[in-house]
């Protein structure tokens, strides 16, 4: 399983991987437990990240970013996975926000915030879910309604991601609310604006030391000009641009989940004994890796496909949903066998198998849940 190599990947991506891996061993791995505790990462490592060169690595350099393609990213995101981290939410502020910026933000919103998010001086979020809304999309009743030169924000949203160092957030509002999906934009809210307020962390039963919030905003006043794309309306059409990226980025880490889980059990089948040999010696133990193995290999040609298809501009909708489906229930499936394998350990805190357990699941409902995912494919058909 080691010698596979990507097709995707290059020197280039060689050398990112060897300063994304030594940084997650340095910055990332020793702080875990920690982070678990106190349910948020800390902030230095968003600007440590930055002086490392290692945030926005597919915005153009003329905007502060590394220069490069999705393939940078996947490459960060694959060692972060390496080392069990789910807490840092690189994803959202580099693949997601940045990229949304990039595409539809105006000349001086890209050159505001852009070179901030490279350094790491200014974090990203953005806020689609609401408590009465999550998959459906066209749910939403957060508005933003024209008041003059600016917009009054109105609405609450939950799991946001990187909600508790946030510097801004785009936010999924409602312009028009009797124009249905035509009525929803997105808006760019700074967090040091009256009215703005950060809810709750979170509880959850995984991923606990990602900082998954409430979002409050009540008569926020923001510029005109913080609205993303020149014009009202068209920020479902903006979404449903940028989630195949999203999505196939789940689809990422659930494959690198899926190859650590695998990883951390056969070294472990090897160590540990029962009724005098390796419990990596049982049959069992030898058929059930050896079926692992085989689906995590298949799992990974699928996700290289998908990403070469984004590289050369041709992922599309359907093929997303059907990498996030499927990868990520493979995932769950496939940790759940690697878990049993590890006995009552595998039940143990101190195991990082439990860990990559437990945060996989959320993997099968955030981005769009997988029944959504299968709606997509058959609409398709």
Known sequence: MNTYRSPWMTEDLDALRDLA???????????????????????????EAGAAGLLCLSIPEEYGGGGGTYA???????????????????????????????????????????????TGAAVGAIAMTEPGAGSDL???????VRDGSEYVVDGAKTFITNATHADFVIVVARTDPAAGSRGISLVLVETDRAGFRRGRILDKIGQRGQDASELFFDGVR????????????????????????????IAVTAAVAIETAFDLTVLYTKDRSAFGQRVFDFQHSRFTLAEAATEARIVRCFVDDCLLRLLRGELDGPTAAMAKWWT??????????????????????????????????????YGGTNQIMKEIISRSL
């Not at 960060?76 to 933000?105: C, F, K, N």
């Open 21 to 47: 891996r030594s940084f997650c061993a340095k910055e990332i791995a020793p702080h875990q437990a920690r982070w678990r505790d106190q349910k948020h990462i800390d902030r230095e490592v968003w600007t």
């Open 72 to 118: 940078h990213e996947a490459v960060l995101l694959e060692e972060q996975g390496r080392v069990g981290d789910t807490a840092w939410g690189i994803a959202v502020h580099s693949v997601v926000v940045a990229h949304y910026l990039l595409a539809y933000g105006t000349e001086d919103q890209k050159r505001t915030w852009l070179p901030r998010m490279a």
């Open 138 to 144: 066209q749910g939403i009743r957060t508005r933003a």
């Open 222 to 249: 923001v510029p005109a000009a913080n609205l993303l794309g020149g014009a009202e309306g068209r920020g479902f059409a903006q979404l449903m641009g940028q989630l195949p990226k999203e999505r196939l980025t």
């Open 328 to 365: 990520t229930e493979r995932a769950m499936h496939i940790i759940d066998r690697c878990l049993q394998l590890h006995g009552g350990y595998g039940y143990m805190a101190e195991y990082p198998i439990s860990h990559l357990w437990v945060d996989q699941r959320v993997q099968q409902i």
